[in-house]
């Protein structure tokens, strides 16, 4: 969904940061409105904000941006969120205390749209007593504090104070305008594949790349809840931003590191592909031709099912399964729903969903089938999600 940003640039090193971030939001069909600082214009200039953003610049330094001299009140009108990265310690005070004497905390005093920080500063001020008060203000008055990250910073100091990456504010900034229709859930979340050794270098796994998994952890984050990740072995980047997070590669891994959370949730999201079968005699040492012509013998022993596991807990939490099938899709998820006990499953066909970027899904719970056409896996974790607030609400 397309949204108009603006974004705020304060006086800091970390400046550099926010072209890539215009570029991302712009990736993401965005329309996007730079305000600069008089400060932040030393460090990056603005008509390099203007050639990544489209639009005129906005700084106390530079004329690009033409109006009726009411730019502090017409920006944060047009704005649909209004995001300062990177904020510095001066100007995240003067916000906290309601001082307006410059351009970026005349547009925070007069915005109706709601207001990101993303704090950048030698780690020392951070910490420092003053600033940690202001931050608190910033937060108790419903202003969203993007914390600050641990690494080298700029004057040579190691510690937290420098801004999240531009890929990290991108992908969390769209939970600001998105419903929290889970606050409050606390959801555990499967993902990925499995893997079964074989040997030291060898085993049984599958296609799946944990797309549909991390899609759906980023869609129930942004509803609001609470996310447990568990997740086996991935082609695609972690999310951000979630509650807690761990990798367990086999089955039997993925089963204890389930069991181990799952009495604190709400819901359980079963999307990992696990494999079926482990391997029973699997070795220690890498199995090698020995000139025969005779392959190795290996025994299979069936692994848990984590979902079935769950679903029959005396107090389960709500339990959503999916079904990836290669043949007579709807039949077999139904049978799979009813067999597990579960009241909601996600039935998807392999040759559409497994490796790629896009999905096509049916959600089956008690009530309805709902069968959603074939879209990006971001969206298919939305409709999900819609689905689910619906029944924990």
Not at 18 to 47: I, N, W, Y
Not at 114 to 124: F, G, R
Not at 176 to 193: C, M, N, R, S
Request: neutral net charge.
């Amino acid at each position: 969904m397309s949204k108009h940003i603006l974004l705020g640039i304060s006086g800091g090193i970390a400046a550099y940061k926010s072209c890539e971030l215009v570029r991302l939001l712009k990736k993401q069909g965005h329309d996007v409105t730079v305000a600069m600082s008089r400060a932040a214009a030393e460090f990056v200039s603005p008509l390099t904000f203007q050639a990544l953003s489209g639009n005129p610049v906005l700084s106390e330094t530079h004329g690009g941006y033409s109006g009726n001299g009411m730019a502090h009140i017409n920006l944060t009108r047009q704005a649909d969120v209004f995001l300062i990265a990177p904020a510095t310690a001066n100007t995240i005070a003067k916000i906290a205390n309601g001082i307006a004497d410059n351009l970026l905390t005349n547009l925070a005093a007069a915005r109706k749209c709601p207001l990101a920080v993303a704090p950048a500063m030698n780690v020392e001020m951070w910490f420092n007593p003053a600033n940690r008060r202001n931050i608190a203000q910033l937060i108790s008055d419903g202003i969203t504090v993007f914390q600050p990250v641990y690494g080298e910073q700029a004057c040579g100091e190691t510690g937290i104070g420098r801004m999240p990456e531009a890929v990290e504010l991108a992908e969390l900034l769209p939970d600001l305008w998105t419903e929290k229709t889970l606050q409050g859930k606390k959801v555990l979340i499967t993902a990925g594949a499995t893997f079964e050794a074989i040997d030291p270098v060898r085993g049984i796994t599958n296609l799946s790349s944990g797309q549909m998994g991390t899609a759906l952890a980023r869609a129930c984050r942004a509803a609001g809840a609470e996310v447990t990740l568990i997740y086996g072995q991935l082609q695609t980047p972690l999310p951000f931003g979630l509650a807690y997070t761990e990798q367990a590669v086999s089955a039997q891994a993925m089963y204890e590191t389930v069991h181990k959370h799952i009495g604190r949730q709400d819901v359980f999201i079963s999307v990992a592909a696990v494999a079926d079968y482990k391997v029973k005699n699997s070795s220690p040492q890498k199995l090698k031709k020995d000139g025969s012509g005779i392959p190795p013998v290996i025994k299979l022993a069936e692994n848990p099912d984590i979902l079935a596991s769950v679903a029959s807990l005396v107090n389960p939490p709500f339990c959503i399964g999916f079904a990836a099938e290669s043949e007579n899709v709807l039949e077999h998820a139904r049978a799979k729903r009813l067999r597990k006990n579960i009241p909601m499953l996600v039935a998807n066909d392999v040759s559409i969903a497994m490796g790629k970027a896009t999905n096509q899904i049916t959600i089956i719970d008690e009530k309805q089938e709902i069968s959603l056409p074939e879209t990006d896996k971001n969206q298919a974790a939305a409709a999900i999600v819609a689905r689910l607030a619906e029944w924990v609400k």
